[in-house]
């Protein structure tokens, strides 16, 4: 059995605790990990302390990847990064989870900070939903089986159920609009069924953090629209976790992400509410091309405007 933390990893991983390491030979009783998610509920109900905060990073390797990144995110926010290709947002996601380690600057989330706490536990309060995940499933695990290895942070799952896990996982399947893929197989399933039941894998943990990297690539325009529907009602629930999506497409950020941060170049082009960081100027900035935003009934999108001289 394999077995990850309650995240998805990324696929190449750098520094920090080795992700097996959770599992491998020691894999966590069940009864300690009912008592951290019961000492993690008693405090993260009440907390007030903000739910990412980054300030100064500066993450280096051959060249530059993430500078001078200052961010900060509190409970009631959902925030879009956005930011063209290679800006760094996966980048500054794998620095948020402890996968790329700073060069210089401090990373806070949930109150912990970066380098002083173990990182690995704090894994488990963050759920993170990549494409990378889709090669790692098993393809005849039901969808059911799935969403509870979330809770076991494990990537299949093998033993008998527990009535109290098929419980949860068939409220998480509901929760997730897909009650009816419940014994349904990996191997089965639409991209659009995969986002949704990885969401529910990550739900299985209680987060308080639900990253998301371009969850809607892949998604034909009918799948994509009803999985953006799907986020914003998901994140009405009470009690939902801070979101942070990340995508390139202005199309995808729905009226639920009140905050957008904008990359360019491994820098924050822009932070704050949503209103006043999407701007044809400073979208026309990130993508270093004259762009001109619109907006209709809540939704954006984005017009390339035609460029003489310009050579495809
Ligand atoms: N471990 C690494 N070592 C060197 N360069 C990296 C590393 N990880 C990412 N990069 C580079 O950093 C830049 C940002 O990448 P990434 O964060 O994946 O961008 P995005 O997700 O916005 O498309 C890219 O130029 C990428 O090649
Ligand atoms: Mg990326």
Known sequence: M??????????EREGGPDWRGVGSGRQESVARIRSREA???SRTMKSTVPVIEVAALRVEREDVILESIDWRVVRGEHWAILGANGSGKTSLLRALTGYLPPTAGEIRVLGETYGRFDWRDLRTRIGLVSSSVHQMMDDNETALKAVVSGRYAQIGYWGELRDEDRR????ILRRIEAPELRQRPWRFLSQGERQRVLIGRALMASPRLLILDEPCAGLDPVAREHFLQFIGRLARVRGAPTMVLVT???EEIVPIFSHVLMLKSGRVLAAGPRARVLTSATLSSAFAAPVRLTRARGRYSLA???HRGLVI
């Open 168 to 171: 949860a996982a068939d409220a």
């Open 39 to 41: 000492v993690r509920d």
């Open 2 to 11: 394999s077995v990850t933390p309650n995240i998805i990893p990324f696929p």
């Open 304 to 306: 390339v405007r035609a």
């Open 248 to 250: 390139h497409h202005v």
